[in-house]
C-alpha cells in the first residue's frame, strides 16, 4: 500500500502519513482504501489520496485516487465490477460444502494441487494434472493447514511467519492458565490450528478459537464460525455483515468463557491502523455485555517486535512488554538462544498485569520481585532506573549522562550528547517534521493534520528528544519506510545493514 501509493503518488523528498480510516472511503478489492497525505519539505499543507489498506506494492493493489479527484461513474462502476472480479472464486460456503466431500473420500483419492493451494475433489484432477500435486491427505494433515498450505512469502504485502511450535504451545499454555477459554485469533492460523486439533483430539480440551485472517486459503479447513476473512488494516470482514455477527457472538462471554485476542501482525508498520481495528475489536468485545458495562479492556497479546514499543504504547497505553522472545519456524534468524544475534526481536505486548505473565524459567526467565514481571535472564534489574531496562535480553549499562540505561555497546558522545554507537558520525541532522517540514514538532503533532489523532500525543515529544540518529532518521522517512519494515527485519541482507547502524 503506502509503498505502492508512494510511487504513484511519487513521494519523492516529502513524506507520507496515514491519515487513517475514513467514513465514505472508496474500496478496492480488500475493502475500504485508508487516507493518506503525501507531503513536500517545507509545504504547509500535503496532497491527500486513498490507497489500499493492505498492500504495500502496487504489485499486488494498484489502488489509487487523489482525496479531491472526481471519479465518473463509468469509473466507478468498472471499479466495481473489478472488485468483485477480484474476490476468491469460491466463497467460504462453498469451500464447506467442499470440504465436507474431501474427508468422505478414501485416502487414496485425497489430493491437494501445491500450485493452486487447493484440496481437489475427483472431478477436478483432470484439470491439475500438470500440477505439482501431494496424495494421501491424512486426517492430520487436515487439521494443520498451516503445514500444508506454504506460507506466502511475498515479503511486501503478505509474508506469513509461522510460530515456532515451542512459542506457539507456550502461548496457549499460557492462555489456559490464565483462565481464558476463548482466544480471537487475529493473524496466528498456527496457534488457531493448534486449538482447533487439540479441541478435537482432547476430550477435555476447553478452548474455542475464532480465526481472523486475510489468507483465504484457510476457508477450505475451517467453517464459518471458525474462520472469518479479514482485513486487520482496516477492521473489514470480506464476509460482510454474516461474518460480523459471528465475530460478535464468538466475543459474547458466556459465564465463564473469559475471551483474549492474540494478534501477530506483519511487522510492517502503520501502527495505528492496525490500532484502530483492534479497538474495534475491543469495542465489540465490550458491547456484547448488556447495556455496555463492562468496565475494563479486551484482554489481548499483541505480537510485534521489541522496537515498536514506543508506538503501541501511544495507541495503548495500558499495555506493557514482556520480555518473552516469540520463535517462529521459517526465519532461521530467529531461532531462540544465546548467540549472537540469532534472538528474535519479536515480544508480546500486553494488558494483563505483567506479574501474571509467568515466563518458562527453562528458558532462563526469572522474576524480578522489584519490577514484578518476569524477565531474561540478561536483563539486570537497574537500582538507578529502578527497572529492568534491557529490551533484547542482553545485560545493559547505565548512562549517567543520558540518565538512562542504553545497549551494551553504546558510549556517551559529548558532540552528540547521547550515547551511540563508538564509530557513529556526529551529524546534526535537522530534524523537522517530515509531514510539514518545519521544526519544533513531530508528525504525530503536526498542526496541518488537524483530523489525526495529535493532541493526546502533544507530550510525548519532549521525551523522545534524546532519540538517537538513527531513530529520528527513520521518523524522518516516515510510514512508509515502516511499511517494509517487516522486509527490512526478515531478510538477512537488511539485517546485516541494521546489525550495523542500530542493533549492535
Ligand atoms: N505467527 C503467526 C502468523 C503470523 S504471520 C502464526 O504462526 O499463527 C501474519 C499473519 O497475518 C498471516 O497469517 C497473514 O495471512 C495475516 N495477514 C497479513 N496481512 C493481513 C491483513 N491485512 N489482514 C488480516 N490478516 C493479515
Ligand atoms: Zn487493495
Ligand atoms: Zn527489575
Ligand atoms: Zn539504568
Ligand atoms: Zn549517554
Redesign the pocket.
Known amino acids: 500500500m503506502a509503498a505502492g501509493a508512494e510511487g504513484a503518488a511519487g513521494a519523492g523528498s516529502g513524506g507520507l502519513a496515514l491519515l487513517g480510516a475514513v467514513p465514505g472511503a472508496p474500496c478496492c478489492p480488500?475493502g475500504p482504501a485508508l487516507l493518506f497525505v503525501k507531503t513536500s519539505q517545507g509545504k504547509e499543507e500535503g496532497r491527500r489520496f486513498y490507497a489500499c489498506?493492505?498492500c504495500r506494492d502496487r504489485k499486488d493493489c494498484k489502488f489509487f485516487q487523489w482525496e479531491d479527484e472526481k471519479v465518473s461513474q463509468t469509473r466507478l462502476a468498472a471499479r466495481e465490477e473489478y472488485n468483485r472480479s477480484h474476490q476468491p472464486p469460491c466463497t467460504h460456503k462453498q469451500n464447506v460444502e467442499r470440504y465436507k466431500n474431501f474427508v468422505l473420500l478414501p485416502l487414496s483419492k485425497r489430493r491437494f494441487c501445491q500450485e493452486c493451494q487447493q484440496l481437489l475433489l475427483p472431478d477436478e484432477w483432470e484439470k491439475h494434472l500438470s500440477h505439482q500435486f501431494l496424495c494421501d491427505i491424512s486426517t492430520a494433515q487436515l487439521r494443520s493447514p498451516?503445514q500444508l498450505l506454504y506460507p506466502?512469502e511475498n515479503k511486501k504485502?503478505?509474508?506469513?511467519?509461522?510460530?515456532a511450535d515451542r512459542s506457539?504451545q507456550f502461548l496457549l499454555d499460557l492462555i489456559i492458565s490464565l483462565g481464558f477459554r476463548r482466544v480471537l485469533?487475529?493473524?496466528?492460523?498456527?496457534?488457531?490450528?493448534m486449538i482447533q486439533s487439540k479441541a478435537l483430539q482432547e476430550e477435555n480440551f476447553r478452548v474455542r478459537s475464532l480465526l481472523?485472517?486475510?489468507?483465504f486459503r484457510y476457508s477450505q479447513f475451517y467453517t464459518e464460525d471458525e474462520f472469518c476473512h479479514?482485513?486487520?488494516?482496516n477492521h473489514y470482514f470480506f464476509g460482510g455483515e454474516a461474518a460480523h455477527e459471528t465475530c460478535r457472538k464468538f466475543l459474547h462471554e458466556e459465564k465463564d468463557e473469559r475471551v483474549i485476542m492474540v494478534a501477530?501482525?506483519?511487522f510492517g508498520g502503520l501502527v495505528e491502523a492496525l490500532a484502530s481495528s483492534f479497538k474495534k475489536l475491543m469495542a465489540t468485545w465490550k458491547d456484547t455485555e448488556k447495556g455496555g458495562n463492562k468496565n475494563q479492556e479486551m484482554p489481548m497479546f499483541w505480537?510485534f517486535p521489541y522496537f515498536f514499543e514506543s508506538r503501541i504504547l501511544e495507541f495503548f497505553p495500558s499495555f506493557s512488554m514482556m520480555d518473552y522472545q516469540?520463535d517462529?519456524?521459517n526465519h532461521a534468524l530467529y531461532k531462540h538462544g544465546k548467540t549472537g544475534r540469532r534472538q528474535s526481536p519479536v515480544r508480546i505486548f500486553t494488558n494483563l498485569s505483567p506479574s501474571v505473565i509467568v515466563l518458562p524459567a527453562e528458558e532462563g526467565y526469572r522474576f524480578c520481585a522489584i519490577c514484578q514481571r518476569y524477565v531474561s535472564s540478561g536483563n539486570h534489574h537497574c537500582e538507578i532506573c529502578n527497572s529492568c531496562t534491557s529490551k533484547d535480553g542482553r545485560r545493559w549499562k547505565h548512562c549517567v549522562l543520558c540518565k538512562k540505561c542504553v545497549k551494551p555497546s553504546w558510549f556517551h558522545c559529548n558532540k552528540c550528547n547521547c550515547c551511540a554507537l563508538e564509530n557513529h558520525t556526529c551529524e546534526k541532522i535537522d530534524v523537522g517534521c517530515f509531514v510539514c517540514g518545519k521544526a519544533g514538532h513531530k508528525r504525530s503533532t503536526c498542526p496541518s493534520l488537524s483530523c489525526t489523532r495529535t493532541s493526546r500525543q502533544a507530550g510525548k515529544g519532549r521525551k523522545q528528544k534524546q532519540k538517537t540518529l538513527k531513530t529520528l532518521k527513520r521518523a524522518k522517512v516516515g510510514v512508509c519506510n515502516r511499511w517494509a519494515m517487516k522486509h527490512a527485519v526478515f531478510s538477512r541482507r537488511k539485517m546485516k545493514k541494521k546489525k550495523k547502524d542500530e542493533t549492535t
Open positions: 480488500h489498506s493492505a498451516s506466502l504485502t503478505n509474508a506469513q511467519y509461522l510460530f506457539c485469533s487475529v493473524g496466528t492460523p498456527r496457534l488457531h490450528e481472523l485472517d486475510i489468507d479479514y482485513n486487520m488494516f501477530d501482525p506483519p505480537i516469540v517462529y519456524d
